[in-house]
């Protein structure tokens, strides 16, 4: 099942956080299937996503010495996934996709592209529910 990961940070800055990410690219963590930085960048917050728990627990192995390294602190909080959506928008053609977790792709064809359905059609060419 897979896991949403929130980290509640104390002052991490862009110097911190672009420090821990080499750090992290170099030790070749790439057990995260998602990732996102956002807030205010003296005030920066982290959420990940990772396909399975045991996903979660080796990438903690790399990374907790190098929060350590770069003085950043917080408070780690797990979550089961219930649901993801993920887009797929492609910029060489007009079509975007979508898929629900454990699902097929769905393929959405602009309106006016030979697509019978007229829009929004199922890899197979069924219209999508």
């Known amino acids: 099942m897979a896991i949403l990961v929130t980290y509640e940070i104390a002052e991490m800055d862009t110097v911190k956080y672009d420090e821990a990410i080499r750090r992290l690219v170099g030790a070749g963590a790439d057990e995260r299937t998602y990732h996102v930085c956002y807030g205010d960048r003296q005030n920066l917050q982290v ?17 907790t010495p190098i929060l350590q390294a770069v003085g950043i602190e917080g408070k780690i909080t797990v979550h089961e996934v219930y649901n993801r959506l993920l887009w797929v928008v492609s910029m060489t053609c007009p079509i975007r996709a979508w898929r629900r977790m454990g699902s097929p792709w769905h393929i959405m064809s602009p ?9 929004a059609t199922h890899r197979n060419q069924q219209p999508v529910p």
């Open 47 to 63: 959420m990940d996503v990772f396909e399975s728990q045991a996903k979660f627990d080796a990438y903690m192995e790399k990374l």
């Open 111 to 119: 309106p006016g592209s030979g697509n019978q359905a007229g829009g």
